[in-house]
């Protein structure tokens, strides 16, 4: 189990109006995990900064709870393809930004639509507030969807994905955070695309996981369990300490 030990403060202009304080450092946050690791070296408490990302699957959230427990970020599910909308997101965009959580949407990519509709849908759902994080690209396979089980050639991949950034970018002022898994990223050359990456590894740090790449996010869990929060939510730890935390928020317009 992590222990707070550590909180640093910021300001942010959140879209709820006004100056919210932003909880943009928390060390060793109070966390627990159902299925925990015996991590052998360089574990996830070794970085200090820990968030969360979350759907409509986690239920009702406390913010403020959760925020206290060492939440420093959260990454929200937005959207999915190009006509789907999670319901819950913007309850819990709404309250991230009262509770001063940081906060970021992301989009899960369908291969079977658009990535020029996807991107718009996204932009119809997501505000462009002052303070948000990156907007957030998510590409995996879809082996179990019920419509879309496509698995394109690793070209077409990174194209439809450059041509979502770009509308992204262009919107929001920011180019986007691309997430994704071991074997999407080693299958399709993600690397090539040349963005800042958000990489799920739930066994290994990382960095192993991930050889000889340039990280920002790591999801490590998927079975965490966090105040706030009923059941199990995603993990995540940002790549460095409190002070590089402040400098990646300001340099993201934070």
Same mark, same amino acid.
């Given at each position: 189990?992590?222990?707070?030990?550590?909180?640093?403060?910021?300001?942010?202009?959140?879209?709820?109006?006004?100056?919210?304080?932003?909880?943009?450092?928390?060390?060793?946050?109070?966390?627990?995990?159902?299925?925990?690791?015996?991590?052998?070296?360089?574990?996830?408490?070794?970085?200090?900064?820990? +968030?969360? %990302?979350?759907?409509?699957?986690?239920?009702?959230?406390? $913010?403020?709870? &959760?925020?206290? @427990? #060492? /939440?420093?970020?959260?990454?929200?599910?937005?959207?999915? +393809?190009? %006509?789907?909308?999670?319901?819950?997101?913007?309850?819990? $965009?709404?309250? &991230?930004?009262? @509770? #001063? /959580?940081?906060?970021?949407?992301?989009?899960?990519?369908?291969?079977?639509?658009?990535?020029?509709?996807?991107?718009?849908?996204?932009?119809?759902?997501?505000?462009?507030?002052?303070?948000?994080?990156?907007?957030?690209?998510?590409?995996?396979?879809?082996?179990?969807?019920?419509?879309?089980?496509?698995?394109?050639?690793?070209?077409?991949?990174?194209?439809?994905?450059?041509?979502?950034?770009?509308?992204?970018?262009?919107?929001?002022?920011?180019?986007?955070?691309?997430?994704?898994?071991?074997?999407?990223?080693?299958?399709?050359?993600?690397?090539?695309?040349?963005?800042?990456?958000?990489?799920?590894?739930?066994?290994?740090?990382?960095?192993?996981?991930?050889?000889?790449?340039?990280?920002?996010?790591?999801?490590?869990?998927?079975?965490?369990?966090?105040?706030?929060?009923?059941?199990?939510?995603?993990?995540?730890?940002?790549?460095?300490?409190?002070?590089?935390?402040?400098?990646?928020?300001?340099?993201?317009?934070?």
């Amino acid at each position: 189990m992590f222990r707070p030990l550590l909180v640093v403060l910021a300001f942010a202009l959140l879209s709820c109006g006004g100056p919210q304080p932003v909880a943009v450092t928390t060390a060793a946050p109070r966390f627990d995990d159902t299925q925990p690791v015996d991590w052998p070296d360089r574990a996830p408490h070794h970085h200090p900064v820990h +968030g969360i %990302d979350l759907s409509r699957y986690q239920g009702d959230v406390d $913010w403020s709870r &959760a925020r206290a @427990a #060492g /939440v420093s970020f959260a990454f929200i599910k937005a959207t999915e +393809g190009g %006509d789907r909308l999670d319901p819950a997101f913007r309850e819990n $965009w709404d309250a &991230a930004g009262r @509770a #001063g /959580v940081a906060r970021g949407a992301y989009h899960f990519f369908y291969w079977c639509g658009p990535p020029v509709e996807q991107a718009e849908w996204f932009i119809r759902h997501v505000p462009r507030s002052s303070g948000a994080l990156p907007p957030v690209l998510d590409l995996e396979y879809t082996p179990f969807s019920p419509t879309c089980t496509r698995r394109l050639p690793p070209a077409e991949v990174r194209a439809r994905a450059r041509a979502f950034i770009d509308v992204i970018a262009r919107h929001y002022g920011q180019r986007p955070v691309i997430y994704t898994t071991t074997e999407f990223w080693r299958e399709n050359e993600i690397d090539r695309l040349g963005e800042e990456v958000w990489l799920r590894s739930t066994a290994r740090h990382v960095s192993d996981a991930y050889p000889d790449t340039s990280w920002t996010f790591w999801q490590y869990s998927g079975t965490g369990i966090v105040p706030g929060i009923e059941g199990e939510v995603d993990l995540n730890a940002f790549n460095g300490g409190p002070a590089e935390w402040l400098a990646w928020l300001a340099a993201r317009g934070h």
